[in-house]
């Protein structure tokens, strides 16, 4: 694949009208969404040419992380020290903070995602159930569980990153993400999300699924 087939899959994303509590912070309506659409093009461009064999998807952005950076598990000190381990992210790589990161704390749980993700060496694609934020509404500074129909919403995109890259297994981070995949008809592993006290279960569940050839 190119990447003109990841400039189409993020103005589709881009595009879809989101309900309300269900901020869209890739819409070209808005002008600092540029940066984050930049960003997400940059990690499925470096992605690309890594040629991951798997997808994790989880739930949904965080306040703090995705929906800041427009990039999955991530949050704003990734981009401002050196590459990750696995040779992501970092300055100099042409990801751009927006300006509304200044004053926002980084989100734990990206940081213990690529925590993890280096010590069991493995560098899958990233994604969520929900790929925008969902808040409680009139309180965007929140995050809120997406519903099933927000989940649904968002099927069409991690089944067109399977197209993209050459993807062979699926694998649930937690439990919205299993259920969402499970109604697209999906019969997929889940496994542990890291976040609130579930970085142990989150490495186990990965370093049992490459034990049984599930991934590699």
């Not at 100099?92 to 990161?101: D, F, H, I, S």
């Not at 940081?111 to 790929?131: I, K, N, R």
């Not at 991690?158 to 694998?171: K, M």
Request: proline share 9%; net charge neutral.
């Amino acid at each position: 694949m190119t990447s003109s087939s990841i400039e189409d899959f993020i103005d589709r994303l881009a595009a879809v009208k989101t309900p309300p509590g269900c901020n869209n912070f890739f819409d070209h309506s808005v002008p600092a969404n540029a940066l984050r659409r930049q960003n997400l093009a940059a990690y499925l461009g470096d992605m690309l040419e890594r040629e991951p064999r798997v997808l994790l998807v989880g739930e949904a952005p965080g306040f703090r992380g995705m929906r800041i950076t427009g990039v999955p598990f991530t949050n704003r000190t990734m981009f401002q020290g050196p590459a990750n381990s696995l040779g992501l992210f970092g300055s100099g790589k042409g990801y751009v903070l927006p300006p509304e990161a200044a004053g926002i704390a980084a989100e734990p749980t990206a940081t213990v995602m690529w925590e993890v993700l280096a010590e069991v060496d493995f560098l899958p694609l990233l994604w969520s159930a929900c790929p925008w934020h969902t808040h409680v509404p009139g309180k965007p500074l929140s995050n809120r569980t997406p519903t099933p129909a927000e989940a649904a919403l968002g099927t069409p995109f991690w089944q067109a990153l399977t197209g993209i890259f050459p993807v062979e297994a699926v694998v649930a981070v937690g439990n919205v993400a299993h259920t969402s995949l499970r109604r697209s008809g999906l019969d997929v592993p889940k496994i542990r999300h890291p976040a609130h006290g579930g970085r142990a279960l989150f490495k186990q569940g990965l370093q049992e699924l490459h034990a049984a050839g599930m991934i590699r």
